[in-house]
């Protein structure tokens, strides 16, 4: 028996193996180490990005704390391997970091209701970056860390950009796996009945803050992972970048891909990687620090007024509207019944 | 038969995708006490919350001495002269009585606020000793009439009242009811939901009743009153 | 250390919180009529301290400038419910409405960076002294009494507005009982617009105080919003008293912090939030108070 359901579902994988085998070949059609730091780059944000899109648009948490814990996951990966550690230990000593973190700031905020999730993520954050700039002799402060070990599995290192682009579409693949399965499991399915609600938590009998706490720390895990890599990519890592205009980049990276949609995130990661790379250089003419921060900030602004849960989402669940009203048209037996409201009280 | 000043035709509202009410026409005079009677879910409060653009309404037209209320908002609809005092006790608790009152007389002119504002306190005594307490500190009944008198702050010309002595003491029914019923004087037309059904027909003029989301009946009420059919559907279960 | 010295302490406290007590009104006011949480109200301040700074380097005396720049950020307070949250509210969720605000902080902060560089900006202080004044040897800056004296001004004003006028019962009224204040005719929309504009201009005069005592640059307002929303949840974000308790006792936390370490202050006040959050999650009032002081 299969339920439509792990139709979907499977159908779902194969897409992304489709996917992958896409992304495997691109690094062979693109030769120039331009082109694949864009291919790279994308990857990195896609897997910041679903870890957001995880808090935000399946947990209902608004995350202030996303970058930060990006910032963890990459210092952890800095420190470890420039006193001498495995690039892997580093990364995992990202993720205990990061996930027990996420558990412990979690464990009582997620009671708090939704503004103050939000204040409370925004302290962590505030807090992880005032510990990394200051704390110097373990971050380095404000001049960062350099020297950042890259991955290796026996004596093969990931240091040439194809390699690390495999690298990095590869940690993405599990993510997107991970969401995936979650998003079609019970876990999943409980979200989409309570999403963005306080109230409903209690009403339908489903402990709403133990699975938003599982959430808030997936998430944030996959968020360290992200950073772990991007310092090993980087080999040099300083505070500000996981400050504000970086979580604002991941922010618009969700609001363009969607809060829910699968595609969503790495959707998102080409948007805003194009828009910093090809954009927004052409528009600022080489002022590109505050323009930037005024284009992301705008396009914020708006996509979040005319689409809240995000522009693929919009754009996703306009057509499937549309379609649904073109086969009415086209049986008219059925009476019209949905509409935005009615999707709005499901929700 | 006095002038018509609210015509409620045929309107057609509800919730979200739920339709409550399919096409209910009734009418209010000048002056007049209109009751509107009907079980529990029958669209008695949905018709008040249209009729004051709360709820968007679908079809219909709704009528306040011949000028239509189509698409206006609670607050303009406020403004023309259509006061509603909705089911449950919504002070304002937190501000004081008088300032609850000047609430009511919001966007008037200061010499107009304050001139109602010394008729309604002399009009209610009970309200006036407490013009300076906190309106969440005041008894149940008291804050009943403080809506009341709130929703009288800006003169209306129709006064919509949901269940108005619903859970209040008996004493304290008596005398928002004695309220009511000195509007017809003051010229005051009023559009009556009550779960007494026997004290609601006592006091009004005329009675419609209203069953899933349609008026079924209108008349008298002194008749209603002494329809034995009537009494067995809705008057028996107005003295629960 | 002698109490002189406390004394120096506390007053330096004082100051600073009074400026966070007159953002983190702002925050109240807004979040109590609209139920938004105005991330960019530090940028609003920000802007308030940018304007007095180009007005004065104008030539502009002072009491043209402090009116013109409280007007002005009332208006782009105004414009930020008009134009961005106004629209969005209806279909909006609170994660979509907040980072419309955040959205707009950084639009802020950047077009700041354009207009008025990166660099600090200074300007003289209001009433220039050779030296601060010393009560028993107690020195206070000149601008640390206007600081105290124009937020007492500021927040004694928005309380006039509030008690006893037909607005601030509207504003009051809208905040309890949206449903029930516009059933009494009163235009939610348009309070919801003035709430946006009065913490605009409540803001504007936290900045255009605290232009001369620091450097102030495009990313000043981050920080200090960062500060007023501490301040807020310290005192229950809810009531105004609140605010105010909440601005002052974050400022004298600071000021207490500072003895051990400079860098530790922002470190204080979040965790300040944090245990607020996690053990009085109605703020150091208490829940019962909150409600009590609603608008208050």
Known sequence: ?????????????????????????????????????????????????????????????????????????????????????????????????????????????????????????????????????????????????????????????????????????????????????????????????????????????????????????????????????????????????????????????????????????????????????????????????????????????????FAPNGLTDQVVSTTRRLVKIARRRRNHDEPSSVTPASKKVAA | MPETILEIDSIVSGYGELEILHGASLTVGSGEIVALIGSNGAGKSTLMKTVTGLLKMRSGEIRLRGESLKGASPESIVRKGINLVPEGRHVFAGMKVEDNLLVGAYGLSKSVRDAKLAETLARFPLLKERAKQDAGSLSGGQQQLLVVARALMRSPSVLLLDEPSLGLSPIMVETVFEVIGSLRESGVSVLLVEQNVTAGLELADRAYVIENGAIVRTGQAKDMLADPSLSNSFLGSGAE | MDLAFFIQLFVTGVTTGAIYAAVAMGFVLVFRVTGILNFAQGELLMVGGMLIISFREAGWPLYAAIPVTIALVFLLGCAIYALALGPAIKRGTNISLLLITLGISQVLQGLAQIGWGSAPRYTGDFSPTAHPISVLSVSITTQSIWILGGVLVALGATYLVLERTGIGRALRASSIDPMMARLSGINVRMVSLIAFGAAGALAAVGGLLLAPVIGMTYATGSLIGVKGIAAAVIGGFGSIPGAIIGGIALGLLESLASLISTGLTTGISLLAVVIVLLILPNGILGGRRVKAAVGV
């Open chain 1, 1 to 305: 028996m299969k339920s439509p359901l792990m139709t979907k579902r499977r159908n779902q994988h194969f897409i992304w193996l489709g996917a992958v085998v896409v992304v495997a070949v691109l690094p062979l059609v693109f030769g120039d180490g331009y082109s694949q730091t864009v291919i790279l780059t994308i990857g990195l944000y896609a897997i910041f990005g679903i870890g957001l899109q995880l808090t935000m648009g399946t947990g209902g948490i608004l995350n202030m704390g996303h970058a930060a814990f990006i910032g963890i996951g990459a210092y952890s990966s800095a420190i470890v391997t420039t006193k001498g550690g495995n690039p892997w230990v580093g990364m995992l000593v990202g993720i205990v970091v990061a996930g027990v973190l996420a558990f412990v700031v979690g464990l009582p905020i997620l009671r708090l209701r939704s503004l103050y999730l939000a204040i409370a993520t925004l302290c962590v954050a505030l807090a992880v970056t005032n510990v990394l700039g200051f704390w110097t002799a373990l971050t380095g402060g404000q001049n960062g860390v350099t020297g950042i070990v890259p991955f290796s599995i026996g004596d093969f290192s990931f240091i040439d950009l194809p390699s690390q682009i495999y690298l990095i579409w590869g940690f993405l693949l599990v993510a997107v796996l991970i969401r995936i399965n979650l998003r079609y499991s019970v876990v999943g399915r409980e979200f989409e009945a309570i999403k963005d609600s306080d109230l409903a938590t209690s009403s339908l009998g489903i402990n709403h803050g133990a699975r938003r706490l599982q959430i808030f720390v997936i998430g944030s895990v996959i968020g360290a992972v992200g950073g772990s890599l991007y310092a090993t990519y980087l080999s040099a890592i300083t505070p500000d970048l996981f400050g504000f205009p970086f979580l604002i980049q991941i922010f618009v990276l969700v609001a363009l891909g969607g809060m829910v949609s699968l595609w969503g995130a790495p959707i998102g990661a080409i948007a805003v990687v194009c828009l910093h790379e090809f954009v927004i250089p052409v528009i600022s003419g080489g002022n590109a620090g505050p323009v930037e921060i005024v284009i992301f900030g705008v396009i914020l602004v708006i996509v979040m007024i």
